[in-house]
């Protein structure tokens, strides 16, 4: 059985950082694509970032240059660098991961809460 955990998440104030993480364990022989995704109370989930297995990132216009994706293959982990947080940046992130283990699949964490004080 493959899990997701997510980390990391908690209050900041605004200008601040946090540092997410995501941590995959059971039968896995390789990850593939792995990203963020938010949802603020009230709104749609929004994609935030994407790496891709040879390292190549992609970001939401809201958090480019400001957030950073990246991930230890060793340590089946991917992290998300959070950095000049706004108050909007609030919500709850979720990490998903596509899984190649005794089948391939495409895995979510259960969430973690990041909240940004102003």
């Known amino acids: 059985q493959v899990q997701l955990v997510e980390s990391g998440g908690g209050l900041v104030q605004a200008g601040g950082s946090l540092r997410l993480s995501c941590a995959a364990s059971?039968?896995?022989?390789?990850?593939?694509?792995a990203g963020w995704t938010r949802q603020a109370p009230g709104k749609q989930r929004e994609w935030v970032a994407t790496?891709?297995?040879?390292?190549?990132?992609n970001y939401a216009d809201s958090v480019k240059g400001r957030f950073a994706i990246s991930r230890d293959n060793a340590k089946n982990t991917v992290y998300l660098q959070m950095n000049s947080l706004k108050p909007e940046d609030t919500a709850v992130y979720y990490c998903?991961?596509?899984?190649?283990?005794?089948?391939?699949?495409?895995?979510w964490g259960q969430g973690t809460q990041v909240t940004v004080s102003s």
């Open positions: 059971g039968t896995i022989f390789s990850i593939n694509t």
């Open positions: 998903n991961a596509v899984i190649v283990g005794v089948v391939t699949y495409n895995y």
């Open positions: 790496i891709t297995s040879g390292g190549s990132t």
